[in-house]
């Protein structure tokens, strides 16, 4: 398995602004993911975020609003950009660990926008 | 796109009582996850399958990959208050995953 944290762990945050979430995990892994959970909904995958190349988003997803950093193989970034109430939810990273690559996740971000 | 069809959509138990729950799909799946995720946390891996016709346990809880590796149940045994939250099944094939839209467990008092 592997230890993931999250910041910040919440927010409340005004329409228009931006917001960088960071997930930290304490060994390295190449495959890094990011989802979004809106209240009482299931998970919905943003993009995949692999060391050393660009994060690969999923459909209805675009790197303008949810731009992505992977500086290194124990890091990540996303920001959600310009937003809109619409983008309040739970935001979480998941990492993918060798050799089936099940996916262990961080504790969240739970953002509300105004 | 792909989805998983997870049932039930919530469950009203006594404590003491057993669960399961079931996932289905219309695709085949390399492995089947199953998490818990509680009030304000992330989800957290319970029990993963990896072969068809796979049965494994973990203490109460007890899960089977689907001969057709298009379903999986999961089977809580005699379930105590802290087996309340919610539990989603996930189909992965390569590296990524699809979530059923989780069962919510409510034990009575």
């Known amino acids: 398995s592997a230890v993931i944290s999250q910041k910040p762990s919440r927010d409340i945050c005004q329409r228009g602004t931006s917001l960088t979430i960071q997930c930290q995990v304490d060994s390295q892994v190449t495959m890094m993911f990011w989802y979004r959970q809106q209240p009482g909904q299931s998970l919905t995958l943003i993009a995949t975020?692999?060391?050393?190349?660009?994060?690969?988003?999923e459909s209805g997803f675009v790197i303008d609003k949810f731009p992505i950093s992977r500086p290194n193989l124990t890091f990540s970034t996303l920001t959600v950009s310009n937003m809109s109430p619409e983008d309040s939810s739970i935001y979480l990273c998941?990492?993918?660990?060798?050799?089936?690559?099940?996916?262990?996740f961080g504790p969240g971000t739970r953002l509300t926008v105004l | 796109g792909q989805q998983l069809n997870q049932s039930p959509q919530s469950m009203f138990i006594q404590e003491g009582e057993d669960v399961s729950m079931n996932c289905t799909s219309s695709s085949i799946f390399n492995t089947w996850l199953w998490y818990k995720q509680d009030p304000g946390e992330g989800p957290v891996l319970l029990i993963a399958l990896y072969k068809a016709g796979e049965l494994t346990s973990n203490g109460r809880l007890t899960a089977q990959f689907g001969i057709t590796r298009k379903d999986s149940f999961l089977n809580i045994s005699a379930s105590i208050p802290s087996d309340v939250g919610i539990y989603f099944c996930?189909?992965?094939?390569?590296?990524?995953?699809?979530f059923g839209k989780g069962t919510r467990l409510h034990i009575l008092p």
């Open positions: 975020a692999n060391q050393g190349s660009e994060a690969t988003y």
């Open positions: 996930a189909g992965q094939r390569h590296d990524k995953i699809i």
């Open positions: 998941s990492v993918g660990v060798a050799p089936y690559n099940e996916q262990f």
